[in-house]
T-cell receptor
Framework: DGGITQSPKYLFRKEGQNVTLSCEQNLNHDAMYWYRQDPGQGLRLIYYSQIVNDFQKGDIAEGYSVSREKKESFPLTVTSAQKNPTAFYLC???????????????FGSGTQLSVL | QQQVKQSPQSLIVQKGGISIINCAYENTAFDYFPWYQQFPGKGPALLIAIRPDVSEKKEGRFTISFNKSAKQFSLHIMDSQPGDSATYFCAASIKVRGSQGNLIFGKGTKLSVKP
């Protein structure tokens, strides 16, 4: 059953704490992404990775960090520097082939992060 | 210039009616315009997409209309059903060095279809 698995579904963070959101894909996709979704704000890109051991900042990278040690995995750490972390976090992947006419993103089911 | 402006923010339609969601952009270099559908508690999923070389694309009850000169594109849902109740996002991207760049999303439209 191919797809993207995000865990946990709900996560609570205490003041000053770092938390890590997991994202695993078995679609053999090269590219992976993290988006943040706030009500009425659409999807904003946090970080993305087009290949293992490489990643780039998106539009709102401050207070977040990522790693891409394996093709299947792209964990996101929300650090204590992120002062407003409450949001719905979405992980996505795509094939990123250079000849692809349709850059389809496949999304996970998301993690809702809340601050205690 | 990198924004995609989506309207309305919310929409209520009667069952069987037509739902219309509009998006506008400024950057004429955008060359790929998808629509994503998101149900509560789930991630978005690609619904339909269009490139600027065509003015309309239809898939079942869903149609994208594209107006290149006005820099606008819209999603029409014919014969709207309660199961279509979801949040819809338009998006756009530019081809960068032979591959598609990152998607820029609109802020979303929450559609409710009343029985």
């Amino acid at each position: 059953d191919g797809g993207i698995t995000q865990s946990p579904k709900y996560l609570f963070r205490k003041e000053g704490q770092n938390v890590t959101l997991s994202c695993e894909q078995n679609l053999n996709h090269d590219a992976m992404y993290w988006y943040r979704q706030d009500p009425g704000q659409g999807l904003r890109l946090i970080y993305y990775s087009q290949i293992v051991n490489d990643f780039q900042k998106g539009d709102i990278a401050e207070g977040y960090s990522v790693s891409r040690e394996k093709k299947e995995s792209f964990p996101l750490t929300v650090t204590s520097a992120q002062k407003n972390p409450t949001a719905f976090y979405l992980c996505a992947s795509s094939t990123r082939r250079t000849t692809a006419r349709n850059e389809k993103l496949f999304f996970g089911s998301g993690t809702q992060l809340s601050v205690l | 210039q990198q924004q995609v402006k989506q309207s309305p923010q919310s929409l209520i339609v009667q069952k069987g009616g037509i739902s219309i969601i509009n998006c506008a952009y400024e950057n004429t270099a955008f060359d790929y315009f998808p629509w994503y559908q998101q149900f509560p508690g789930k991630g978005p999923a690609l619904l339909i997409a269009i490139r600027p070389d065509v003015s309309e694309k239809k898939e079942g009850r869903f149609t994208i209309s594209f107006n290149k000169s006005a820099k606008q594109f819209s999603l029409h849902i014919m014969d709207s059903q309660p199961g279509d109740s979801a949040t819809y996002f338009c998006a756009a991207s530019i081809k960068v060095r032979g591959s598609q760049g990152n998607l820029i999303f609109g802020k979303g439209t929450k559609l409710s279809v009343k029985p």
